[in-house]
């Protein structure tokens, strides 16, 4: 079965400054997706960015970026000019047959 | 946009009660699937459906039961509700199964005193 580990619980970053999540997943499949959710305190989960595993060039969205690098099997976020409400939980995942979740890391956005 | 909803926000039951916790969503998912998050696990799928009365077992499918009798609707039911179910359960719905992303509802955070 395929795992997906996000080795930082928590984090913490300034204002404006860019951070960025680790991931890292086990599989087997050559074909999948990989996915970042965002859930804010108190508030929905929502997606974030997603990554098709046949494309090479990395997804951004916005301030988002990922580093996808498929033969480490690694897939980190990056949050450039971070802001007070990017300030969540933060999870990734791996989608083949069905989704699995990494245990998440708490990013708080500092003043 | 998608919207998913869920019965309740917070939930307080008794061991051994009957729960059931609702999930809505507007935009005509064919997939519907029930998680429980708790800290340091991240999510687990409980069950999920991929059409109206079909269902299929998650990871951690014991102790609870599911029903989907319209296509809009997905209900988790636990049958004799243990303290070890207290959790927060995420409901999400998706077009495609092995594509799509999933949307999810707010949560309820159930607990069982």
């Known amino acids: 079965a395929q795992t997906v580990t996000q080795s930082q619980p928590e984090m913490s970053v300034q204002e404006a400054e860019t951070v960025t999540l680790s991931c890292t997943y086990d599989t087997s499949e050559n074909n999948y997706y990989l996915f970042w959710y965002k859930q804010p305190p108190s508030r929905q989960m929502i997606l974030v960015i997603r990554?098709?595993?046949?494309?090479?060039q990395n997804a951004t969205e916005n301030r988002f970026s990922v580093n996808f690098q498929k033969a480490a099997k690694s897939f980190s976020l990056k949050i450039s000019d971070s802001q007070l409400g990017d300030t969540a939980m933060y999870f990734c995942a791996f989608m083949k047959n069905d989704m699995r979740f990494g245990a998440g890391t708490r990013l708080t956005v500092k003043p | 946009d998608v919207k998913v909803t869920q019965s309740s926000r917070y939930l307080v039951k008794r061991t051994g009660e009957k729960v059931f916790l609702e999930c809505v969503q507007d935009?005509?998912?064919?997939?519907m699937f029930w998680y429980r998050q708790d800290p340091g696990l991240g999510l687990r799928l409980i069950y999920f459906s991929y059409d109206v009365k079909m269902k299929e077992k998650g990871d951690i499918p014991e102790g609870y039961s599911v029903s989907r009798e319209k296509k809009e609707r997905f209900s988790l039911i636990l049958e004799s509700a243990s303290t070890n179910q207290t959790s927060m359960y995420l409901c999400a719905s998706s077009f495609t199964i092995k594509q799509g992303e999933q949307y999810f509802g707010p949560g309820t955070r159930l607990t069982v005193t």
């Open positions: 990554q098709e595993a046949y494309k090479q």
């Open positions: 935009m005509d998912h064919e997939n």
